[in-house]
Nanobody
Framework: QVQPVESGGGLVQPGGSLRPFCAAS????????MGWFRQASGKQRELVAV???????NYADYVKGRFTISRDNAKNTVYMQMNSLEPEDTAVYYC?????????????WGQGTQVTVSS
């Protein structure tokens, strides 16, 4: 089993920045894609950004130019630099990662970290 754990959320004013990260531990084979999702109160969970095993990135339109996803393979950790935060970015942010054992991909969710953007 792999346990992703998010940290680095918090309360920030509009226009501010945060850099949450997600570190995976446990019985890891080879972490492939890693992604960030978010879920605002009363809304469905949505994709924010993803980074593949070869470090190709993809972003939702509403965060392009403001958020940057990156990874440290040696630490099995994914980061997301969040700049120019807006109240609409308020949500619980979850990481999801795929572990590859050579035959199958296994997906794991973290427990989430709250990001609140408010003055």
């Amino acid at each position: 089993q792999v346990q992703p754990v998010e940290s680095g959320g918090g309360l920030v004013q509009p226009g501010g920045s945060l850099r949450p990260f997600c570190a995976a531990s446990g019985r890891i084979f080879s972490i492939n894609s890693m992604g960030w999702f978010r879920q605002a109160s009363g809304k469905q969970r949505e994709l924010v950004a993803v980074i593949t095993g070869s470090s190709t990135t993809n972003y939702a339109d509403y965060v392009k130019g403001r958020f940057t996803i990156s990874r440290d393979n040696a630490k099995n950790t994914v980061y997301m630099q969040m700049n120019s935060l807006e109240p609409e970015d308020t949500a619980v942010y979850y990481c999801k990662l795929y572990d590859y054992d050579g035959d199958y991909y296994y997906s794991y969710w973290g427990q989430g970290t709250q990001v609140t953007v408010s003055s």
